[in-house]
């Protein structure tokens, strides 16, 4: 659970910096609350699909390339 969290994490800050966005821009554009989304970028809290959501459409990607596949956990259990 924690490398799913870890890897989600990454791909959110990761999306985020491409899209140019602070953390506060995407913060009131997803309607997520600025502290929760400070945690999940840093894998201190479980993203929820919702979040996932949320997320998605003012990072410019869809759902699912924000949610790690089953290769990226198997090349992290390396």
């Known amino acids: 659970m924690v490398l799913i969290n870890e890897l989600t994490a990454r791909r959110v800050r990761s999306a985020r910096k491409n899209a140019?966005?602070?953390?506060?821009?995407?913060?009131?554009?997803?309607?997520?609350?600025?502290?929760?989304?400070k945690r999940l970028e840093r894998g201190l809290a479980a993203f929820k699909l919702h979040d996932i959501v949320r997320l998605a459409e003012p990072l410019g990607v869809g759902h699912d390339d924000l949610i790690p596949s089953s290769s990226d956990l198997s090349d992290g259990a390396e």
């Open 20 to 37: 140019n966005l602070t953390i506060k821009s995407l913060s009131q554009s997803s309607g997520i609350k600025y502290s929760t989304l």
